[in-house]
């Protein structure tokens, strides 16, 4: 046995006689056991070495941060993509009977089924429809920590209507399961945005403001349910700015809640009343994914 070890066991025994305590005993076998296998010691520094040095390098690109000096600009311009699901907040009458507008003389048949006073009739979306939805960022820099954003645009959306009762239409005399209505928005929102500190390229923040829309789709006089063109929302959201080499990324998720009731008057007499006289108030509402490109 080499004289070393023999003199780090005979220092051993020397403190073992001294101090009977066990975690001393433990802590010195492993320093022993580590010196005897010092084959392993350096192949664990090598390890470390390389993790460290690896570790340095993605660090340094986390730090390399781009566009610097992009949101000290007042103003600056983009455009944006988004895909959009619209629905309804539906008020019925608890009976058709309670609408004014119904008509107790002159009861309507419906496919074959007699629309009386005290019927319930609803109306659900049971499934959203994708839509899409294209504008420009026009963006105002108000702080370090709030903006001022318009993002006019136009989307395209659709409804679908499916009642409790059949639908009778007199421009479509096929079997119809449900009832669609398409719309086409001309978007005028105005947003507040408030961003929190910039991480690395990341950036966070939140969304809150009005959005004026105008439906331009076609409604007809034989419309089934038709909709008054204007209307305001509330809109709320959250987001999350990316700063790429040549560009800022937005990914945001937003909320538009109507305001204001859409429904408009009844069709003409050649179609169903029913199918409008179920609601005392239709509000519309939105949700949108958007990506903005700034």
Request: hydrophobic fraction near 40%; charged fraction near 20%.
């Amino acid at each position: 046995m080499p004289s070393d070890k023999v003199n780090i066991w005979y220092c051993h025994y020397l403190h073992c006689s001294k101090i009977d305590s066990s975690y001393n005993n433990l802590v010195l076998l492993w320093f022993l056991t580590v010196v005897d296998n010092c084959f392993i010691v350096k192949r664990f520094l090598y390890i470390l070495i390389f993790l460290c040095v690896g570790f340095s390098s993605v660090a340094q690109r986390l730090l390399l941060k781009n566009m610097t000096t992009f949101d000290d600009k007042r103003i600056h311009f983009g455009f944006t993509l988004g895909i959009n699901t619209v629905d309804f907040n539906f008020d019925h009458y608890s009976v058709i009977g309670n609408n004014p507008k119904f008509d107790r003389e002159n009861l309507e048949n419906v496919n074959g089924t007699i629309i009386y006073d005290t019927m319930a009739i609803r109306a659900d979306i049971p499934r959203l429809v994708p839509g899409f939805t294209v504008g420009i960022v026009t963006n105002l820099r108000l702080s370090e920590s709030f903006d001022l954003r318009f993002l006019p645009g136009m989307s395209f959306s659709e409804r679908r209507l499916r009642y409790n009762i059949p639908i009778a239409d007199v421009n479509n005399t096929g079997e119809n399961n449900y009832y669609s209505i398409k719309s086409t928005f001309l978007d005028f929102p105005l947003l507040l945005k408030y961003k929190s500190r910039k991480m690395n390229n990341q950036r966070p923040y939140i969304i809150s403001g009005v959005a004026y829309r105008i439906d331009i789709s076609k409604t007809g006089q034989e419309d089934l349910v038709r909709l008054k063109p204007f209307s305001l929302s509330a809109e709320a959201g959250i987001g999350w700015d990316t700063y790429l080499q040549f560009f800022r990324l937005s990914t945001e998720l937003k909320f538009s809640f109507g305001l204001d009731n859409v429904l408009d008057d009844g069709p003409k007499s050649t179609q169903p009343q029913v199918y409008t006289n179920a609601f005392s108030k239709l509000s519309s509402n939105m949700f949108v994914l958007s990506f903005h490109f700034e």
